[in-house]
């Protein structure tokens, strides 16, 4: 028998955890607490309609993203305004990320947004656009938004992009980014109100928040169909407006499973972790993805037949057929200081079908590169950011 297990509901397609692992612990440094106010975040999560197929290029667009956080990490390394989320479960949208709504512009308009740590500029598609994708919600329209202002070359915040490339057209900024996937956004440079939680009693408006107006797009990013990004890294184009590296870092120590620690050298984790809401899966240095998929592996106890992987990214892959109830033994990241958090059963297995259901955890390969803790891992936490305090705190009644 497997021991101290966490169990996961197969319903509709959908995963669900048919209990709750607590945890409250802050992971990393110390300092001040965040200022007070609320953003409604959803998770994207993947319905019964998408195969495993549509899981592969996910995870595939997932990887080339983590790539690209590895060369961005080796770029800052040559080198304040705090809000919480509340979150809800977005069904319309087929992803593994999630969204959040907020009001853009005045009177504000509400779309709704990826939410990503691991990035900095926020930018919606604007009309009107040269080459857009098709999104769930009007576009927004600048010119019926009177807080609406477009940055001039002349102006300092012209040069301000933490990430991506500004460039001069007339007297215009016209902001370019590039994510992991190839796939690019290009648009003004503006200044412009955003509302977290609109249409709630806890909202807030930050006013002259550096702001993308997106005109042209490519990519694989518009299948989302949501209509752009909020970007809470910490860079100076973030809606925190700090001039820190973009990336929230942790201190990961070691992992154990059904609870007990891993035989993992402390050294495997000396290239550093991060925070990262837009990575799907955790990814972990090889030695400790060893460890872990081998006892993971030895937990499971032969009680499910092994499925195929899910392209290069998931390699441990269970065939749960014919079961309602799937028991997993649980897993636990720990961190300096004594911190742990307990990985819902939610965030333990990426269920693509039920006869394909993986360890959403994955290897680096390169040893010396960052791991990266996704955001199937931060399911059913509640995650604060305190950019302010240099904090990553996570506790229990988050989002499902």
């Known amino acids: 028998m497997c021991k101290e297990s966490s169990r996961i509901q197969q319903n509709d397609g959908f995963t669900r955890s048919s209990n709750t692992i607590m945890s409250s612990a802050s992971a990393a440094g110390a300092g001040a607490a965040a200022a007070p106010g609320t953003l409604q975040v959803v998770h994207r999560s993947a319905g019964k309609h998408e195969s495993a197929s549509d899981h592969v290029a996910l995870l595939h667009r997932d990887q080339f993203r983590v790539e690209t956080i590895h060369r961005q990490h080796l770029a800052d390394s040559g080198s304040a305004t705090t809000a919480e989320s509340e979150t809800r479960l977005g069904l319309p949208f087929s992803s593994l990320e999630y969204v959040a709504t907020i009001g853009i512009g005045t009177p504000e308009r509400d779309l709704t947004v990826v939410l990503d740590t691991g990035s900095d500029l926020t930018w919606v598609q604007c009309q009107p656009c040269s080459s857009c994708y098709s999104q769930n919600e009007p576009m927004f329209q600048p010119r019926e938004s ?3 202002e477009e940055i001039e070359c002349a102006d300092q915040e012209c040069f301000m992009m933490s990430v991506g490339t500004t460039t001069c057209v007339g007297t215009s900024c016209i902001y370019s980014v590039d994510y992991g996937d190839d796939s690019f ?3 003004y440079l503006a200044r412009e109100s955003i509302t977290l939680s609109p249409n709630s009693t806890s909202s807030d408006t930050l006013t002259g928040v550096l ?11 518009g299948a989302s169909r949501v209509a752009g990004i909020l970007g809470l890294g910490q860079g100076a184009s973030s809606v925190n407006l700090t001039a820190n590296p973009s990336f929230y870092s942790v201190e990961l120590t070691g992992i154990a499973v059904a609870g007990r620690s891993l ?17 799907v899966v955790t990814r972990l240095p090889p030695d400790a993805y060893a460890a872990l998929r081998a006892e993971f592996r030895r937990q499971m106890c032969g009680r499910y ?3 195929p992987p899910i392209g290069r990214v998931l390699d441990t892959c269970y065939d749960v057929t014919g079961h309602d109830e799937v028991v997993v033994p649980s897993v636990a990241l720990l961190f300096g200081g004594g911190a742990r958090l307990d990985v819902d059963a939610s965030g333990i297995l990426l269920v693509a079908d039920v006869s394909q259901a993986c360890l959403a955890f994955a290897p680096n390969a390169d040893p010396g590169s960052l791991s990266t803790i996704g955001n199937m891992q931060q399911r059913a936490h509640t995650m604060v950011f305190d950019v302010d305090g240099g904090r990553v705190d996570f506790g229990a009644n988050g989002c499902m």
């Open 146 to 148: 009177i807080t609406y």
């Open 185 to 187: 956004t290009s648009g």
């Open 211 to 221: 702001f993308g107006c997106g005109a042209l797009w490519n990519g694989g990013f």
């Open 263 to 279: 035989p993992i050298a402390p050294s495997a984790f000396d290239a550093g972790t991060i925070v990262d809401s837009g990575t």
């Open 305 to 307: 037949p092994v499925a």
